[in-house]
Nanobody, 124 residues
Framework: QVHLVESGGGSVQAGGSLRLSCAAT????????MAWFRQPPGKEREGVAYRGSGGTTAYADSVKGRFTISRDSAKNTLYLQLNNLRPEDTAMYYC??????????????????WGQGTQVTVSS
């Protein structure tokens, strides 16, 4: 059974940093396409960052240059480093996984497995 458990969220001031983790069981992050999504208050969930099994990455324009997705295969964990945070980054952040290469990496419907989320709040 697959479980994805996010952690690392919190409350920070604008300009601060956080590192989110997504610990996986029941699948190998090295062999799955993985992504981070977020859902701001009152808005729909949106794709933030993607990492394919071969190492290909993709980012939403709003986070390029500020967020970095990575993985540690030995720990079977996916990460999202969030730097230079802005109030508009406030959201629940989710990790997601799918066994194949998604046609549209930041599209929610491409993913099979989801975590429960971790909250990030950025104050101005």
């Amino acid at each position: 059974q697959v479980h994805l458990v996010e952690s690392g969220g919190g409350s920070v001031q604008a300009g601060g940093s956080l590192r989110l983790s997504c610990a996986a069981t029941g699948l190998s992050v090295a062999w799955y396409s993985m992504a981070w999504f977020r859902q701001p208050p009152g808005k729909e969930r949106e794709g933030v960052a993607y990492r394919g099994s071969g190492g290909t990455t993709a980012y939403a324009d709003s986070v390029k240059g500020r967020f970095t997705i990575s993985r540690d295969s030995a720990k079977n964990t996916l990460y999202l480093q969030l730097n230079n945070l802005r109030p508009e980054d406030t959201a629940m952040y989710y990790c997601a996984a799918v066994r194949r290469t998604p046609g549209t990496p930041l599209l929610e419907s491409e993913y099979t497995y989801w975590g429960q989320g971790t909250q990030v709040t950025v104050s101005s």
